[in-house]
C-alpha cells in the first residue's frame, strides 16, 4: 500500500479523495489535514510510515511553502507531490529551491491523480519529473470560462473544438461555413445550421455575462463599440491567434 497524507484545506476536495480511494487497493489515506501546521505535526510525528504527501500550496493559517521550508529544516524527507492551480515560473521556481519535484495542476480527474502518485512513489530520488504543462484543450478551455461562457451549453463544446481546429488548420480562417462548420456537425451528428445558431447564442451569453473590458482585452480593435458583438469568425479565429500565443511563450507541444 502506498501510505498517503494529504494536507489541503478544500473539505470538499477531502471528502471526494477519501471516497475515491476507500476501496482502492494500492493507496491508503492515513491523515488529511486543512493546513500545513496540521500536516507538519502529524508526518513529524509519522514520518517513517509516509510514502507520499499530497500537498496544496494555498491554505490558512500555514501554507505549502511554509510547510515545506519546515520539512527541509526539520529533514524530514518524504516524497512531496504539489497540487496547485498555478503554474507561474514563479511558483515553479520555488518548489524547485524546495527540493519539490512533482507537481499536479488542478483540476484534474482522479485518475490521474492517481497515476501520478503512483509514479511519485515508485520513482528513483534521483529523476526529476518536469512539472505538468496544460496541454492546447486546458488553455483553451480556461479562456472560454474568462469570457463568461458556460461548460454545459452546445455552444462551449464547439467553440472549444473549432478554436483548437482553426488554430491546427490555419488555412480554413477564411472558410468557416464551408470548411469549419460541416467538421464539427459531422462530429457531433448534428446541422451545420444548428452548429453557427450554438456558437452564436455562445458569444451573446458571454457579452451578456462579462464586462465590456474583458470583450475588449480579447478582441480590441476587431471589437467596436457600435455593434458590441464580434462575429463567430473573428471570435474564432481571435480566439485562435491568443492561443497560438499562449502555445509559443510556455513552449506547449
Known amino acids: ?26 493507496v491508503e489515506i492515513l491523515y488529511q489535514a486543512g493546513n500545513g501546521e496540521d500536516g507538519l505535526r502529524f508526518i513529524e510525528r509519522n514520518k517513517d510510515n509516509i510514502d507520499v504527501i499530497l500537498l496544496d500550496l494555498i491554505m490558512p493559517k500555514n501554507d505549502g511553502i511554509w510547510m515545506l521550508d519546515e520539512m527541509k529544516k526539520k529533514q524530514i524527507k518524504v516524497k512531496v507531490l504539489v497540487q496547485s492551480s498555478y503554474n507561474s515560473p514563479e511558483i515553479i ?14 483540476p484534474y480527474e482522479p485518475d490521474m491523480l492517481y497515476k501520478k502518485i503512483k509514479e511519485v512513489n515508485d ?24 469570457l463568461g461562457i458556460p461548460s454545459h451549453i452546445k455552444g462551449f463544446q464547439y467553440i472549444k473544438d473549432s478554436v483548437i481546429f482553426v488554430f491546427k488548420n490555419r488555412d480554413c480562417m477564411g472558410a468557416v461555413t464551408k470548411e469549419l462548420y460541416p467538421e464539427i456537425a459531422i462530429k457531433y451528428k448534428t446541422t451545420v445550421p444548428r452548429v ?37 469568425s473573428e471570435f474564432l479565429t481571435t480566439i485562435a491567434d491568443r492561443l497560438k500565443f499562449k502555445v509559443i511563450d510556455e513552449k506547449i507541444i
Open 1 to 26: 500500500m502506498i501510505r498517503l497524507v494529504i494536507v489541503d484545506d478544500n473539505a470538499g476536495l477531502q471528502s471526494f479523495l477519501e471516497e475515491y480511494f476507500k476501496d482502492n487497493e494500492e
Open 93 to 106: 521556481q520555488k518548489l524547485s529551491e524546495r527540493g519539490v519535484k512533482y507537481m499536479i495542476l488542478k
Open 123 to 146: 520513482a528513483e530520488k534521483n529523476i526529476k519529473i518536469v512539472p505538468k504543462k496544460e496541454n492546447i484543450e486546458e488553455i483553451v478551455v480556461k479562456m472560454l470560462h474568462e
Open 196 to 232: 453557427e445558431r450554438a456558437i452564436r447564442h455562445a458569444i451573446e451569453v458571454s457579452c451578456n455575462r462579462v464586462e465590456c473590458s474583458v470583450l475588449h482585452d480579447y478582441f480590441g480593435y476587431s471589437l467596436s463599440y457600435e455593434k458590441s458583438r464580434p462575429t463567430n
